[in-house]
């Protein structure tokens, strides 16, 4: 049975510190921090969707790694600058320096795009997961997916200093038939290899073409995988497919310290190698 979890709310503070309070106690997260920049607008929607994303990314970190780990508690910073609230309380050690997960404007304007702050080996612990406004206020889903499975995703990058199971660097290989296929994990995920391409706000789709020089499909080639899948895969692959099955990530505490091993990881870069021979990022 799934476990509670509890959100609280604190005012922000100016308080300097960088290291994480997040630790485990009976396989559920607590003291997990989530800050609000000061920069963003006011808006008391982006708090009740910061709720709604933890409490679907727990039950889906429950099940994906069979009843193991929860999120037990969380910490929501909100900015002094924001209009007081009873509810609001002031926080001990909580601060923005030290925050998980980030909400804050994109680097960019109009890439929204989710990401961990992963500079590490595999297996190290990152710094931060940062999430847009627009993003957490599902304005985004069309693009990246639930927000709670995404964050599940980010988080095997914080937390377990895993790596995607993708590559955009090399999204295309030609396989031993030599069919040119997409870089994925496993082959068995179905979709539609399609081209790409916005400018002047206008989009073209079209069929891709294959590339002379690399027997590959051209530039902006994607692939586009079918909504409705019945293979199993990974979560650092497409946690957005709504059918994949999340059960073959599985992670083993050796103690009930913070530190967690990966113990069937390999099993899983050694079955997606079998399956569809690529080179992974670790």
């Not at 476990?3 to 485990?24: E, G, M, P, Q, Y």
């Not at 960019?108 to 931060?128: I, M, N, V, W």
């Not at 967690?260 to 899983?268: E, K, N, P, R, S």
């Amino acid at each position: 049975m799934f476990k509670h979890c509890d959100v609280l709310l604190f005012l922000a503070l100016l308080i300097r510190s960088n290291t994480s309070l997040v630790r485990l106690n009976d396989n559920g997260y607590e003291d997990l921090v989530i800050a609000i920049d000061p920069g963003v607008p006011e808006d008391g929607k982006l708090i009740e969707q910061i709720k709604d994303m933890v409490t679907t990314a727990s039950t889906y970190l429950f099940e994906a790694t069979q009843k193991r780990f929860f999120f037990k508690n969380v910490s929501i910073l909100i900015p002094e600058n924001w209009e007081r609230s009873p509810e609001y309380k002031r926080p001990k050690h909580e601060s923005y320096d030290q925050a998980d997960v980030r909400v804050a404007a994109p680097a960019l304007p109009g890439r929204d795009e989710p990401y961990t702050r992963q500079f590490t080996e595999c297996g190290e612990k990152a710094e931060y997961i940062h999430f847009t406004p627009d993003f957490i206020l599902g304005k985004k889903q069309n693009e990246y997916g639930p927000s709670g499975r995404l964050f599940v995703h980010e988080w095997a990058h914080l937390r377990w200093g895993v790596f995607d199971e993708y590559n955009e660097d090399q999204p295309y290989y030609s396989a031993k038939s030599k069919k040119i296929e997409a870089t994925r994990c496993s082959t068995g995920i179905t979709g539609k290899n399609r081209f790409y391409k916005c400018q002047g706000g206008s989009c073209i789709t079209r069929s891709c073409r294959t590339n002379s020089t690399t027997k590959l499909y051209e530039k902006d080639c994607q692939f586009f995988p079918d909504k409705v899948q019945t293979e199993k895969a990974s979560i650092m692959f497409m946690q957005s497919i709504d059918s994949v099955s999340m059960s073959i990530i599985i992670f083993r505490i050796y103690n009930q310290r913070e530190f967690l091993v990966l113990f069937i990881f390999i099993f899983i870069i050694s079955w997606c190698w079998w399956s569809n021979p690529r080179p992974y990022t670790c």
